[in-house]
């Protein structure tokens, strides 16, 4: 199968999901997530219609993008739009401004701190999502936020974070990102998908935040997160394939 097919069949699925669940499919955003994968890969991603890519190292990135980016520009199509979607080291923050538009993982108020400041000192904005821990588990990264219907505490600590990073001028906050834990059924995923968008809405409403992004659905799980409104799909290997390194 080529990138163009499998993108094809990526396309026939979210269409399929969004008119299950009565959606625009103008309204879900497709990224191809393509780290460990070489720029030829990109760029014939980039030929057969990607305008979003999705990597989730620094040090990866810093090569890979500017050159995909020229090349494609070189031949008169448009620049991507580039996603961070991995965790950030604090060290390696500013690197991130220059290559890309979206963060997807911004899980510490620090890191926001951090990533406005360099913005602002680059007279730019930069659209993050907060990385939530719905799922408990203790293996995932982001803001902890398991349980926070029921116990108060975790409820008040999420919304102080998140009121203090929306406070950021030079940061744009779009919504929420997560990752469901892997399970045998993508069925099985459908709660914390709809876990992120009760969420959501609940911050959207008290803070008097816009939130319109939910990043969350990958390979395993897209179509039912699409169906519990995701807006941004990460996908890698149902585009590229199995990737010999696992990241
Ligand atoms: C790798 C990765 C993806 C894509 O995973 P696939 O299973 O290849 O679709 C999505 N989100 C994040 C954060 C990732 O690291």
Redesign the pocket.
């Known amino acids: 199968m080529s990138i163009a097919d499998n993108l094809e069949h990526v396309r026939g699925s979210i269409a399929a999901a969004c008119a299950r669940a009565g959606r625009n499919p103008a309204d879900v955003t497709l990224i191809a997530?393509s780290?460990t994968h070489p720029p030829a890969l990109l760029l014939e991603a980039a030929a057969a219609g990607v305008q979003h890519f999705?990597e989730?190292r620094v040090e990866e990135a810093e090569s890979k993008i500017p050159r995909v980016t020229a090349a494609l520009v070189e031949t008169g199509r448009a620049a991507p739009t580039w996603h961070m979607?991995?965790h950030i080291q604090s060290r390696k923050a500013k690197e991130i401004p220059p290559l890309f538009q979206v963060v997807?993982?911004v899980d510490t108020v620090k890191l926001a701190e951090k990533l406005a400041r360099l913005v602002e000192e680059r007279d730019q904005r930069l659209d993050v999502l907060l990385e939530i821990n719905i799922s408990g588990e203790a293996s995932k990264g982001g803001f902890a936020a398991s349980g926070w219907e029921r116990d108060p505490a975790v409820r008040d600590q999420v919304w102080a974070d998140v009121r203090q990073i929306a406070a950021l001028p030079a940061l744009n906050v779009r919504g929420l990102m997560t990752?469901a834990p892997i399970v045998p059924a993508m069925e099985d995923a459908r709660p914390v998908f709809a876990g992120l968008r009760a969420l959501r809405d609940a911050l959207a409403e008290s803070l008097g935040l816009a939130l319109p992004d939910l990043s969350m659905g990958?390979?395993?799980d897209y179509p039912v997160a699409i169906e519990e409104g995701a807006t941004l799909v990460?996908?890698?290997?149902?585009i590229f394939g199995e990737?010999e390194v696992t990241?």
Do not use: E, F, P
């Open positions: 997530v780290k999705g989730n979607i991995g997807h993982s990752m990958m390979t395993d990460r996908i890698g290997r149902a990737r990241l």
